[in-house]
Every structure is written in structure tokens, then in C-alpha cells.
Nanobody
Framework: EVQLVESGGGLVQSGGSLRLSCAAS????????IGWFRRAPGKEREGISC????????NYVDSLKGRFTISSDNARNTVYLQMNSLKPEDTAVYYC????????????????????????WGKGTLVTVSS
């Protein structure tokens, strides 16, 4: 059974930090990239970061570069998203997903993160940043 399980969300004050985890199982981890996405209240889902499991290449949406860091522990089939200097506008449900393609699955164009087809989604973890 394919599973992507996010954890680490919660309530944090503005300026604080959280580290989200995405534990993957049931598929060949190296064959995919793992992407982080978020959906803020009343907004469309957006891709925010992506990491290739095979070569470690990372991409970020321009607006979050410098505050968020994605990393991968391939031995644990787990991807992390370190979020620093959080702002109330970062409040959202954060999802991880398995993005098809291990070498160039994501790219940034015009500041927006684009990505290949997503084969599997997690159920999400809620991050709430209070002002």
C-alpha cells in the first residue's frame, strides 16, 4: 500500500519555526521526486518545493526561497521541510506528494514552481501561524 504521511504541523507564533516530515512507503522512493505543496484558506494549491530522491536537486517557489529548506533522508524514505521565520500568510494545509520523474521533475518559471504529474498524495498536515 502506497503511503505518504505528513507530520510536524501545528500552531506556531509568527517568526517561529517548524519542521515537517513526509514518510513514504509502498513505492520505489528513488524513482520519484517528493514535492511539498500547500493550500491556504480560500486559495489554490501551490507547489512550494521539490527534491529529487535520485540526485538531491532541489527547487523552490521564489517567494519562499531563503526561509524554507527541503531535505531528504533516503535511508528512511523521508523528506523534510524546514520552515523558518514563519508568517501568518504561511498558514495552510501542507501536503507532500510523489512527483513522477527522478531527475528533472520540477522547475521554476516566472517564480512559480511547476512539476511533473503527481502519482501519490499525502493527506496533509495543518500549519497555523499566529500573529
Amino acid at each position: 500500500e502506497v503511503q505518504l504521511v505528513e507530520s510536524g504541523g501545528g500552531l506556531v507564533q509568527s517568526g517561529g519555526s517548524l519542521r515537517l516530515s513526509c514518510a513514504a512507503s509502498g513505492f520505489t522512493f528513488d524513482d520519484y521526486a517528493i514535492g511539498w505543496f500547500r493550500r491556504a484558506p480560500g486559495k489554490e494549491r501551490e507547489g512550494i518545493s521539490c527534491i529529487s530522491s535520485r540526485n538531491g536537486n532541489t527547487n523552490y517557489v521564489d517567494s519562499l526561497k531563503g526561509r524554507f529548506t527541503i531535505s531528504s533522508d533516503n535511508a528512511r524514505n523521508t523528506v523534510y521541510l524546514q520552515m523558518n521565520s514563519l508568517k501568518p500568510e504561511d498558514t495552510a494545509v501542507y501536503y507532500c506528494a510523489a512527483v513522477r520523474g527522478s531527475l528533472a521533475p520540477c522547475w521554476v518559471l516566472g517564480g512559480v514552481l511547476y512539476y511533473n504529474a503527481v502519482d501519490y498524495w499525502g493527506k496533509g498536515t495543518l500549519v497555523t501561524v499566529s500573529s
